[in-house]
Protein backbone atom coordinates (compact mmCIF):
# COMPACT_ATOMS: atom_id res chain seq x y z
CA UNK A 1 0.00 0.00 0.00
CA UNK A 2 2.73 2.48 1.06
CA UNK A 3 5.71 3.21 -1.17
CA UNK A 4 9.18 4.63 -1.11
CA UNK A 5 9.51 3.26 2.47
CA UNK A 6 12.78 1.79 2.72
CA UNK A 7 14.59 5.37 3.70
CA UNK A 8 13.29 8.78 4.92
CA UNK A 9 13.84 12.18 2.92
CA UNK A 10 16.96 13.96 3.98
CA UNK A 11 15.68 16.82 2.55
CA UNK A 12 14.07 19.67 4.51
CA UNK A 13 10.69 19.06 3.62
CA UNK A 14 9.03 15.88 2.44
CA UNK A 15 7.73 15.07 -0.59
CA UNK A 16 4.22 15.81 0.51
CA UNK A 17 4.87 19.29 1.94
CA UNK A 18 6.95 19.92 -1.53
CA UNK A 19 3.39 19.02 -3.33
CA UNK A 20 1.23 20.67 -0.92
CA UNK A 21 0.22 23.99 0.76
CA UNK A 22 1.13 25.37 4.17
CA UNK A 23 -0.34 28.31 5.70
CA UNK A 24 0.80 29.90 8.73
CA UNK A 25 -2.07 31.46 10.66
CA UNK A 26 -0.53 31.24 13.97
CA UNK A 27 -3.61 30.25 15.85
CA UNK A 28 -3.78 27.05 17.55
CA UNK A 29 -5.46 24.29 15.65
CA UNK A 30 -8.31 22.61 18.29
CA UNK A 31 -9.81 20.50 16.20
CA UNK A 32 -10.94 18.79 12.47
CA UNK A 33 -13.41 17.02 10.68
CA UNK A 34 -13.71 16.08 7.10
CA UNK A 35 -17.11 16.45 4.87
CA UNK A 36 -16.84 15.26 1.61
CA UNK A 37 -13.64 16.29 0.13
CA UNK A 38 -13.91 19.12 2.48
CA UNK A 39 -11.83 19.58 5.80
CA UNK A 40 -13.32 22.52 8.51
CA UNK A 41 -10.88 23.34 11.17
CA UNK A 42 -11.59 25.01 14.58
CA UNK A 43 -9.42 27.18 15.90
CA UNK A 44 -8.34 28.97 19.28
CA UNK A 45 -9.88 31.71 18.64
CA UNK A 46 -13.23 31.16 18.08
CA UNK A 47 -13.14 30.99 13.87
CA UNK A 48 -13.94 27.82 11.56
CA UNK A 49 -12.39 27.73 8.34
CA UNK A 50 -12.98 25.38 5.45
CA UNK A 51 -10.25 23.80 3.15
CA UNK A 52 -11.21 22.56 0.22
CA UNK A 53 -8.31 21.57 -2.54
CA UNK A 54 -5.40 23.41 -0.65
CA UNK A 55 -7.97 26.43 -0.70
CA UNK A 56 -8.73 27.70 2.51
CA UNK A 57 -11.97 29.96 3.07
CA UNK A 58 -12.42 33.26 5.33
CA UNK A 59 -12.91 32.38 8.90
CA UNK A 60 -16.47 31.83 10.02
CA UNK A 61 -16.77 34.13 13.29
CA UNK A 62 -18.73 30.96 15.39
CA UNK A 63 -17.52 31.11 19.10
CA UNK A 64 -16.65 34.12 21.19
CA UNK A 65 -13.44 31.76 22.80
CA UNK A 66 -12.36 28.58 21.96
CA UNK A 67 -13.67 25.70 19.19
CA UNK A 68 -13.66 23.58 22.26
CA UNK A 69 -15.18 20.38 20.16
CA UNK A 70 -16.23 19.65 16.45
CA UNK A 71 -18.60 16.78 14.62
CA UNK A 72 -20.20 16.38 11.71
CA UNK A 73 -24.23 15.91 10.68
CA UNK A 74 -24.62 14.95 7.12
CA UNK A 75 -22.95 17.97 5.08
CA UNK A 76 -23.04 20.75 8.48
CA UNK A 77 -20.20 21.18 11.04
CA UNK A 78 -21.48 21.05 14.66
CA UNK A 79 -19.52 23.29 17.07
CA UNK A 80 -19.11 23.76 20.63
CA UNK A 81 -17.48 26.42 22.54
CA UNK A 82 -16.68 27.94 26.19
CA UNK A 83 -19.00 30.61 25.43
CA UNK A 84 -21.90 28.30 25.78
CA UNK A 85 -22.72 27.39 22.54
CA UNK A 86 -23.75 24.68 20.22
CA UNK A 87 -23.91 25.50 16.46
CA UNK A 88 -24.23 23.98 13.37
CA UNK A 89 -22.59 25.85 10.40
CA UNK A 90 -22.86 25.20 6.74
CA UNK A 91 -19.88 24.90 4.20
CA UNK A 92 -21.03 28.40 3.11
CA UNK A 93 -21.00 29.47 6.69
CA UNK A 94 -24.33 29.73 7.60
CA UNK A 95 -24.60 29.85 11.51
CA UNK A 96 -27.26 28.01 13.16
CA UNK A 97 -27.62 28.16 16.87
CA UNK A 98 -29.05 25.36 18.34
CA UNK A 99 -28.29 25.94 21.70
CA UNK A 100 -27.03 28.38 24.21
CA UNK A 101 -26.27 27.51 28.38
CA UNK A 102 -24.57 30.52 28.79
CA UNK A 103 -21.62 30.52 30.98
CA UNK A 104 -21.52 26.90 31.02
CA UNK A 105 -19.31 25.06 28.05
CA UNK A 106 -20.35 23.18 25.51
CA UNK A 107 -17.66 20.44 25.93
CA UNK A 108 -19.14 17.51 23.74
CA UNK A 109 -21.17 17.44 20.71
CA UNK A 110 -22.16 14.65 17.97
CA UNK A 111 -24.83 13.53 16.17
CA UNK A 112 -26.39 10.39 14.70
CA UNK A 113 -29.57 9.71 12.60
CA UNK A 114 -30.89 13.38 12.61
CA UNK A 115 -30.18 13.39 16.17
CA UNK A 116 -27.92 16.60 17.60
CA UNK A 117 -26.58 16.01 20.89
CA UNK A 118 -24.03 17.94 23.27
CA UNK A 119 -22.88 18.03 27.09
CA UNK A 120 -22.62 20.91 29.05
CA UNK A 121 -21.62 20.41 32.73
CA UNK A 122 -23.79 17.54 33.81
CA UNK A 123 -25.90 17.10 31.32
CA UNK A 124 -26.59 15.60 28.09
CA UNK A 125 -28.70 18.21 25.52
CA UNK A 126 -30.10 15.50 22.69
CA UNK A 127 -32.34 17.50 20.56
CA UNK A 128 -34.64 14.16 17.97
CA UNK A 129 -35.17 15.44 14.32
CA UNK A 130 -38.15 18.20 14.20
CA UNK A 131 -38.53 18.91 17.83
CA UNK A 132 -37.83 22.20 19.05
CA UNK A 133 -36.82 21.29 22.85
CA UNK A 134 -34.21 18.90 23.64
CA UNK A 135 -34.25 15.59 25.58
CA UNK A 136 -32.01 16.00 29.11
CA UNK A 137 -30.04 12.86 30.08
CA UNK A 138 -28.53 13.95 34.02
CA UNK A 139 -25.73 12.47 35.48
CA UNK A 140 -24.10 13.06 39.06
CA UNK A 141 -20.83 14.43 37.53
CA UNK A 142 -19.39 16.47 35.20
CA UNK A 143 -19.29 15.04 31.83
CA UNK A 144 -16.19 13.57 29.71
CA UNK A 145 -17.36 12.40 26.60
CA UNK A 146 -20.31 11.35 24.38
CA UNK A 147 -20.42 8.72 21.77
CA UNK A 148 -23.21 7.04 19.54
CA UNK A 149 -22.91 3.22 18.78
CA UNK A 150 -22.90 2.51 14.51
CA UNK A 151 -26.69 2.19 14.55
CA UNK A 152 -27.43 5.44 17.24
CA UNK A 153 -29.94 3.39 19.75
CA UNK A 154 -26.97 3.56 22.24
CA UNK A 155 -25.57 6.34 23.73
CA UNK A 156 -22.16 6.40 26.15
CA UNK A 157 -21.60 9.21 28.32
CA UNK A 158 -18.62 8.85 30.52
CA UNK A 159 -18.04 10.77 33.98
CA UNK A 160 -16.26 10.50 37.35
CA UNK A 161 -16.15 6.86 38.12
CA UNK A 162 -17.48 4.97 35.27
CA UNK A 163 -19.88 5.65 31.86
CA UNK A 164 -23.74 5.70 32.14
CA UNK A 165 -24.71 3.91 29.02
CA UNK A 166 -28.31 4.89 27.72
CA UNK A 167 -30.13 2.51 25.72
CA UNK A 168 -33.37 3.71 23.03
CA UNK A 169 -35.69 0.67 22.98
CA UNK A 170 -38.39 0.21 20.46
CA UNK A 171 -40.95 2.56 21.88
CA UNK A 172 -38.02 5.63 21.84
CA UNK A 173 -37.60 5.58 25.26
CA UNK A 174 -34.27 5.78 26.86
CA UNK A 175 -33.21 3.68 29.77
CA UNK A 176 -29.71 3.70 31.30
CA UNK A 177 -27.22 1.53 33.07
CA UNK A 178 -23.59 2.01 34.53
CA UNK A 179 -20.42 0.78 33.97
CA UNK A 180 -18.32 1.45 37.22
CA UNK A 181 -14.58 2.29 37.54
CA UNK A 182 -13.03 4.50 39.84
CA UNK A 183 -11.41 7.67 38.12
CA UNK A 184 -12.03 10.35 35.89
CA UNK A 185 -13.21 9.32 32.33
CA UNK A 186 -12.44 11.36 29.38
CA UNK A 187 -13.25 10.80 25.46
CA UNK A 188 -15.24 7.77 24.92
CA UNK A 189 -15.86 5.27 21.88
CA UNK A 190 -17.79 1.96 21.03
CA UNK A 191 -15.57 -0.78 18.56
CA UNK A 192 -17.66 -0.69 15.60
CA UNK A 193 -19.11 -3.67 15.75
CA UNK A 194 -20.12 -2.30 19.01
CA UNK A 195 -18.92 -5.56 21.00
CA UNK A 196 -16.62 -2.95 23.27
CA UNK A 197 -16.77 0.54 25.21
CA UNK A 198 -13.38 2.09 25.52
CA UNK A 199 -12.64 5.90 27.80
CA UNK A 200 -9.53 7.55 27.76
CA UNK A 201 -8.57 8.35 31.97
CA UNK A 202 -6.69 11.05 33.90
CA UNK A 203 -4.10 7.97 35.17
CA UNK A 204 -1.99 6.82 32.12
CA UNK A 205 -4.54 4.37 30.29
CA UNK A 206 -7.21 3.23 29.04
CA UNK A 207 -10.46 1.11 30.73
CA UNK A 208 -12.24 -1.10 28.31
CA UNK A 209 -15.56 -2.77 28.46
CA UNK A 210 -17.07 -6.22 27.52
CA UNK A 211 -20.33 -5.24 27.01
CA UNK A 212 -21.79 -8.82 26.55
CA UNK A 213 -20.85 -9.35 29.93
CA UNK A 214 -19.53 -6.26 31.50
CA UNK A 215 -16.01 -7.54 31.80
CA UNK A 216 -13.51 -4.56 32.70
CA UNK A 217 -9.90 -4.49 32.18
CA UNK A 218 -7.05 -1.66 31.78
CA UNK A 219 -4.79 -1.28 28.71
CA UNK A 220 -1.55 0.54 29.98
CA UNK A 221 1.75 0.99 29.67
CA UNK A 222 1.97 4.29 28.78
CA UNK A 223 3.60 6.38 30.35
CA UNK A 224 1.91 9.73 29.70
CA UNK A 225 -1.83 10.27 29.35
CA UNK A 226 -3.52 9.19 26.58
CA UNK A 227 -4.78 12.00 24.05
CA UNK A 228 -6.21 10.80 21.13
CA UNK A 229 -7.25 7.04 19.94
CA UNK A 230 -9.44 5.73 17.01
CA UNK A 231 -10.41 2.68 15.59
CA UNK A 232 -8.55 1.11 12.92
CA UNK A 233 -10.56 -0.92 10.19
CA UNK A 234 -13.81 -2.66 11.38
CA UNK A 235 -12.20 -4.07 14.39
CA UNK A 236 -8.79 -4.92 13.86
CA UNK A 237 -7.21 -2.26 16.27
CA UNK A 238 -7.12 0.77 18.39
CA UNK A 239 -4.75 2.94 17.37
CA UNK A 240 -3.91 5.40 20.31
CA UNK A 241 -1.53 8.16 21.26
CA UNK A 242 1.26 8.33 23.89
CA UNK A 243 5.01 6.94 24.42
CA UNK A 244 6.85 4.04 26.41
CA UNK A 245 8.88 3.66 28.80
CA UNK A 246 12.23 5.70 28.40
CA UNK A 247 10.61 8.20 26.14
CA UNK A 248 10.04 5.85 23.47
CA UNK A 249 7.61 7.97 21.03
CA UNK A 250 5.23 5.28 19.55
CA UNK A 251 1.33 4.78 17.79
CA UNK A 252 0.12 2.04 20.60
CA UNK A 253 -1.91 -0.33 18.38
CA UNK A 254 -4.09 -2.68 20.22
CA UNK A 255 -5.57 -5.85 18.82
CA UNK A 256 -9.81 -5.98 19.01
CA UNK A 257 -10.41 -9.13 16.19
CA UNK A 258 -11.10 -12.37 17.99
CA UNK A 259 -11.26 -12.63 21.43
CA UNK A 260 -10.38 -8.84 21.72
CA UNK A 261 -7.28 -6.87 23.66
CA UNK A 262 -7.60 -9.01 27.42
CA UNK A 263 -4.58 -10.95 27.94
CA UNK A 264 -2.79 -9.49 24.52
CA UNK A 265 0.08 -7.58 23.72
CA UNK A 266 -0.25 -4.05 21.46
CA UNK A 267 2.15 -3.47 18.23
CA UNK A 268 3.86 -0.46 19.08
CA UNK A 269 4.55 1.90 15.87
CA UNK A 270 8.26 3.36 17.20
CA UNK A 271 9.35 7.16 15.78
CA UNK A 272 12.65 8.49 16.27
CA UNK A 273 13.56 11.46 19.08
CA UNK A 274 12.58 12.62 22.21
CA UNK A 275 8.68 13.25 21.33
CA UNK A 276 5.57 11.80 22.34
CA UNK A 277 2.87 11.03 20.03
CA UNK A 278 -0.16 13.41 20.20
CA UNK A 279 -2.41 12.55 17.52
CA UNK A 280 -3.51 9.50 15.55
CA UNK A 281 -6.24 9.45 12.43
CA UNK A 282 -6.45 6.21 11.06
CA UNK A 283 -6.19 5.87 6.83
CA UNK A 284 -9.28 4.73 6.20
CA UNK A 285 -10.10 1.02 4.46
CA UNK A 286 -6.24 0.60 5.07
CA UNK A 287 -4.81 -1.43 8.57
CA UNK A 288 -2.16 1.61 8.56
CA UNK A 289 -2.29 5.00 10.61
CA UNK A 290 -1.35 8.37 11.01
CA UNK A 291 0.94 9.23 14.02
CA UNK A 292 1.30 13.50 14.54
CA UNK A 293 4.00 14.10 17.15
CA UNK A 294 4.90 16.87 19.64
CA UNK A 295 7.51 18.30 17.13
CA UNK A 296 4.73 18.58 14.64
CA UNK A 297 5.69 15.69 12.37
CA UNK A 298 3.92 13.41 11.18
CA UNK A 299 4.29 9.67 10.11
CA UNK A 300 2.19 7.29 8.08
CA UNK A 301 2.65 3.04 9.15
CA UNK A 302 1.03 0.23 8.59
CA UNK A 303 0.57 -1.67 11.44
CA UNK A 304 1.31 -5.48 10.43
CA UNK A 305 4.42 -3.96 9.08
CA UNK A 306 5.95 -1.52 11.01
CA UNK A 307 9.12 -0.95 9.32
CA UNK A 308 6.49 0.33 6.39
CA UNK A 309 6.66 3.45 7.33
CA UNK A 310 6.84 6.82 5.64
CA UNK A 311 6.91 10.31 6.96
CA UNK A 312 4.43 13.02 5.90
CA UNK A 313 5.81 16.43 7.00
CA UNK A 314 8.82 17.01 8.60
CA UNK A 315 8.83 19.03 12.41
CA UNK A 316 7.74 22.24 13.02
CA UNK A 317 8.45 22.45 17.14
CA UNK A 318 4.55 22.28 17.46
CA UNK A 319 2.27 19.83 18.99
CA UNK A 320 -0.12 18.39 16.43
CA UNK A 321 -3.28 18.61 17.85
CA UNK A 322 -5.59 17.34 14.43
CA UNK A 323 -5.24 15.17 11.33
CA UNK A 324 -8.05 14.71 9.04
CA UNK A 325 -8.11 12.78 5.74
CA UNK A 326 -10.85 13.62 2.66
CA UNK A 327 -13.37 11.21 2.73
CA UNK A 328 -12.22 10.33 -1.04
CA UNK A 329 -8.65 9.60 0.83
CA UNK A 330 -6.86 11.86 -1.77
CA UNK A 331 -5.75 14.32 0.46
CA UNK A 332 -4.93 14.94 4.35
CA UNK A 333 -5.00 18.24 6.41
CA UNK A 334 -2.44 18.18 9.49
CA UNK A 335 -2.35 21.04 12.23
CA UNK A 336 -0.63 21.88 15.15
CA UNK A 337 -0.59 24.01 18.46
CA UNK A 338 1.76 26.58 16.50
CA UNK A 339 -1.28 27.40 13.83
CA UNK A 340 1.08 25.69 11.36
CA UNK A 341 -1.28 23.82 8.82
CA UNK A 342 -0.47 21.57 5.63
CA UNK A 343 -2.90 20.27 3.31
CA UNK A 344 -1.30 17.74 0.60
CA UNK A 345 -2.23 15.10 -1.91
CA UNK A 346 -1.77 11.44 0.05
CA UNK A 347 -0.91 9.87 -3.77
CA UNK A 348 1.48 10.98 -6.41
CA UNK A 349 0.08 12.06 -9.30
CA UNK A 350 0.32 8.73 -10.95
CA UNK A 351 -1.96 7.12 -8.36
CA UNK A 352 -4.46 9.65 -7.89
Known sequence: ???????????????????????????????????????????????????????????????????????????????????????????????????????RWVDNVTANNGNLVCSSGKIVYLWSPNKKEPKLFEHNSTIGGIAFDAKGRRLAVSRYDGVTLWKKDYTNKWESSNLIFKGSHNKVSFSP????????????????????????????????????????????????????GMGIAAAICWPFDGD?????????????????VTFVEPFPSEKAVFAGLSDGSVYLSEIEKSSNTIIIRSFTESEVTSIAVTEDCSSILIGDMGGNILWTSIWDEKKS
Open 260 to 276: GPMGRKPTCLQYSGNNQ
Open 1 to 103: MIADTNEFPELDKTKFEQRGTEFKLGIPVINAVSIGNSIAVGFGDGTVRIFTSGQCSEPIKAHKGIVLCMSKDGDHILTGGDDGRFLKISLDGEINEIGNFGT
Open 193 to 244: DGKYLVTTMQENLIRCWRLKDNVDFAMSGYNTKVKSFAFVGETSYLATSGAL
